[in-house]
């Protein structure tokens, strides 16, 4: 069976090509465009990851991962982080929130590829 | 006599720079305790005193001439507020305009660099959509995956030439504030390894060795992750077969970290000048870099109370050395 990958991002350009390179690598793809719309297609489809962007509107990541922290259901879906931020501060906060894992922008697909079979295969 | 004059007006005794007498202009300005001040030996022909009111505070200038009274020798010195004033004022407006000016630079830089890494973003990942695309069709060959791979590597050349646009700007800027923790060296050597210098398409490693009893740094932490991934990353770069090493020496009372490489070198002529911007030494052709890196590796080591020094040697190899204290 196909897991389930929802892509929470801002950015349509980015969103429709990551989605076709996930669904090229057997995934099944849900998008939102914001954090609040992710939230909700998280509760509504229980994925088995979500990568999500930082800065956003509505909802920011770190928002996001506090709402999955609380919530009982999204509490065990691991959430990786897609961040344009290199600075070290910024990626151990999203860590100390419960970020699964994180990679920056720009990336290889290979690297993100590698993280997401370490998380969820 | 001296009241009747609208400027400030002092008589100084010349030996030991007493102020004897201020008129009425000079006490409004600098109070009444201006009297018996002693100044600031030798004082010359022109000089400026503070005159502080409590609300606000102005500089006056003075230029005095040797006078005589009573057959005695003293200094007359008379103030000039008005000009002085007016040209500080101007002179403080330009500073608070140049400095606008510095901010709304680095905020554009860094919002421009921010920016710019989304196009980025989209175009790595499309080039990646089209590699996989193409490869799952089977019509993968040696031309596309060639240009395919310029396009990915030039990419991530235009990012880090961003990075290190919007950190010396930074700097440029005084926009870095040091903020020194504890920081515990081999832990930092290992994430850099896994995280940035492992899986390598040359399968070459970075090698680690360890001398003495590892004790921890007050270095900022992002700053000293900067200095690491430059002369790492460099060690890479400027090396084609052999590993490079990285070599912590916890000696008595300081850490020495060496990142060394089996590579090119650096030829004697070019290491007075590799430390600044956007110089590059004479044999890299054909390896890309912007000259910035180094630039800024130098800049946070010693913002770090750091040292840095390089030893190379053309067609042998580079080894670069930091030193910090423990406290």
């Known amino acids: 069976m196909n897991r389930t990958i929802l892509l929470i991002e801002d950015k349509p350009a980015l969103t429709d090509t990551l989605k076709t390179l996930l669904e090229l690598h057997e995934f099944n793809v849900l998008t939102a465009s914001n954090g609040e719309e992710g939230v909700a297609h998280a509760r509504e489809h229980r994925p088995d990851l979500v990568i999500s962007d930082i800065f956003m509107p509505v909802i920011n990541g770190y928002e996001l991962l506090e709402i999955f922290k609380k919530d009982s259901q999204l509490r065990h879906i691991p959430v990786l982080m897609l961040t344009a931020k290199t600075a070290i501060d910024e990626i151990n906060l999203a860590m100390k929130k419960g970020a699964a894992g994180y990679v920056t922008k720009p990336f290889l697909f290979r690297n993100l590829h590698a993280k997401i079979i370490k998380l969820i295969l | ?327």
């Open chain 2, 1 to 327: 006599m001296l009241n009747g004059i609208k400027e400030p007006v002092l008589i100084i005794e010349p030996t030991e720079g007493i102020i004897e007498k201020a008129n009425k202009a000079a006490i409004d300005k600098l109070g009444l305790s201006v009297t018996g001040k002693t100044l600031d030996m030798p004082f010359s022909e022109t000089f400026m005193l503070v005159s502080d009111n409590g609300t606000e505070s102005t500089c006056i200038d003075f230029s005095s001439s040797r006078i005589n009274i009573a057959q005695k020798e003293y200094v007359l010195a008379i103030g000039k507020t008005s000009d002085g004033e007016r040209q500080l004022r101007m002179q403080l407006k330009n500073l608070e305009q140049e400095k606008n000016l510095q901010e709304m630079k680095t905020s554009f830089i860094s919002m421009t660099s921010h920016e710019f890494r989304t196009p980025l973003t989209a175009i790595a990942a499309a080039v990646d959509l089209l590699e996989t695309r193409i490869k799952m069709d089977h019509m993968m060959n040696a031309f596309y995956q060639k240009n395919i791979a310029k396009i990915s590597t030039e990419v991530f050349n235009l990012n880090t030439m961003l990075d290190e646009i919007l950190t010396l700007s930074k700097i440029v800027s005084n926009n870095y504030e040091v903020k020194k923790t504890p920081v515990n060296v081999v832990k930092v050597i290992d994430y850099l390894k896994f995280q940035y210098f492992s899986e390598r398409k040359d399968e070459r490693k970075l090698e680690v060795k360890v001398v003495g009893e590892p004790r921890k740094i007050p270095v900022d932490k992002d700053q000293f992750y900067k200095i690491l991934t430059n002369l790492i990353s460099n060690a890479f770069k400027y090396s084609t077969h052999e590993n490079p090493q990285v070599k912590l020496h916890y000696h008595a009372q300081k850490l020495v970290i060496s990142v060394s490489d089996n590579g090119i070198g650096i030829p004697q002529k070019d290491i007075p000048h590799l430390f600044n911007s956007f110089y590059r030494g004479s044999n890299v052709d054909g390896i890309d870099g912007t000259g910035l890196g180094l630039a800024i590796v130098k800049t946070f080591t010693e913002m770090n109370d750091g040292e840095i020094k390089v030893t190379s040697e053309k067609d042998k190899g580079t080894k670069f050395s930091l030193t910090f204290r423990y406290a």
